[in-house]
């Protein structure tokens, strides 16, 4: 009988000392719940350090399309092209939204396709910027703008009979 009055003995002591740091800071065991906190500051630190991460890595990658940008900015500086030639191929890669912009410098072909694409979409002034283009072209690759190619519809599929 003695030894489970000493236990329990034991026991109350323990719940008494376990209240006593729940309550009281001087006790042993206090320092868990600092502990625990700056644990969970620590968490909540590295969570907001990888999440600032993963938005530069996105605007590093939306800015992709920039360096194709700026890309074609330098192209259009080097090029023996007037103040009003430039912008009006800036203008015409920008409301075309095209991705890579410099690859229309490349041929008259390319060249071409961009520029009727774009005075497609502007019937009230593709008279004058076709004009303005053609001589564009004439003085970047040395020969009249390319008519387009015609799109050639596509063959529909005959069934062959045996």
């Known amino acids: 009988m003695i030894p489970l009055i000493l236990a329990a003995l034991g026991r ?62 330098e192209v259009l500086l080097k090029l023996t092209l007037g103040f009003m030639d430039r912008a009006l191929l800036r203008r015409i890669t920008q409301e075309m939204k095209l991705e890579n912009p410099t690859v229309m410098l490349l041929t008259p072909q390319l060249f071409a396709e961009v520029a009727y ?22 003085q970047l690759f040395g020969q009249e703008m390319p008519q387009p190619e015609p799109v050639k519809p596509a063959e529909a599929e005959q069934p062959s009979t045996p």
Request: glycine letters at 10%.
């Open 117 to 138: 694409n774009y005075t497609a979409t502007k019937p009230g002034k593709s008279a004058s910027d076709l004009r303005r283009l053609s001589a564009i072209c004439k």
């Open 12 to 73: 109350a002591e323990k719940l008494e000392a376990m209240r006593r740091g729940f309550t009281s800071k001087s006790e042993p065991g206090s320092g868990v719940w600092s502990g625990m906190l700056l644990l969970a500051a620590i968490a909540v630190l590295a969570i907001g350090a990888l999440l600032v991460l993963n938005r530069i890595q996105q605007e590093n990658k939306a800015r992709g399309s920039t360096g194709a940008r700026t890309l074609f900015r």
